[in-house]
């Protein structure tokens, strides 16, 4: 049903069709009407059954949601700059151990100076933590990716943080479709995860993970931020064929058929560029528009695709690295980029890196064997069984885990 209705409402009508189980969030601005909103369903029983707690911070905030999501929880959160910092550790341990948690980011700016404005530079300080990234671009897109963002997520045990600009959306009344909740019911089955505490079935969650396996449980995270690859665009056709609207997908092109100009950015400033570029078609100038819906996992292939035939590429981002440059234009660059750069991952975990790895790394390099993007030492037998398990079984348990025991098994069961 269309309404006329504040982004941040729109946001918490669309998590709360979700149907979560557990809201546990810290107010900051610009993202506080969100959890009010949902704070206010929960305490007149509109959202049930759905306890919401209260805690004393951000970090609070997301250890609760990393209890609820491992208790079998659908568990929800939100935040915002300086909050999304409080709560790192906490942010980079949900994603360590797998858990399908969604959470908002108000995108705002990181202090000091302190400023409550909007950029990117708070989802930026994460990228690397093992969240799937999701940015919207308008109030519409951002309440239809909260809906896809549990599904995602609850199919590949991953968390998923839909990010929005902070006041542009989370502010702006504008027109908003939300769906009937029968419809989210059908798209968004109930929550089966795929590790969970159960003192019927006791295991451990959270391991001490050493040298002799921490790269490949890495490994492992890596991959299914891959898989996200596949799934994205898969989960978007199946919201857009019940919902009647394209939301969602890893990128967004506009105009870019016959484009020698290619404007690349992400989250709402890509309104302002589509009405610019249209002036310049008006003009006669071939420019078109790359939006980056999925930022991470980054879709390498589908902006190279995008970008075939593009003479000049121009990234508009809000956020850089200090003392490097752009942030999205780093990652442009490499989907662009030349095949003679390789990137070799070692010493994670401080696995040991040795004379004769490297001596085999060089070989396979001058034989132009190493690929792109390679894992030092990696353990692929360990992989192959633990991708194995997940296929097999929806309730395949904490990879970590897993990996330790497959570790410890005598030498003769390994494949």
Known sequence: MLQQIEGSRAIAEAVARCRPEVVCAYPISPQTHIIEAIGVMVKEGALAPCEYINVESEFAAMSVSIGASAAGARAYTATASQGLLFMIEAVYNAAGLGLPIVMTLANRAIGAPINIWNDHSDAMAVR???????????????????????????????????????????????????????????????????????????????????PEAFEEVRYLAHLRQLDALDRIPVIAAEFAAVSGRASGGLVRPYRLEDADTAIIAMGSVLGTIKDAVDQRRDAGERVGVLGITSFRPFPLEAVRAALAGVERVIVVEKAFSLGMGGVLATDVAMALGTSSLHTVVAGLGGRPITLASLTDMLARARADELATLSFLDLDEGVIARERARMASTRRSGPFAENVLRDLGRPREDHP
């Not at 599904?151 to 542009?168: H, T």
């Open 128 to 210: 690397d933590a093992g969240w799937i990234q999701l940015f919207a671009e308008t109030n519409q897109e951002a309440a239809d990716l909260h809906i896809q963002a549990f599904r995602l997520a609850e199919e590949l045990s991953v968390p998923v943080m839909v990010c929005m600009d902070g006041f542009i959306l989370t502010h702006a009344v504008e027109g908003v479709d939300l769906l009937d909740q029968d419809v989210v019911d059908a798209f968004l089955p109930p929550y089966e995860p795929r590790q969970v505490l159960d003192p019927e079935d006791p295991v451990s969650i959270g391991a001490m993970v050493g």
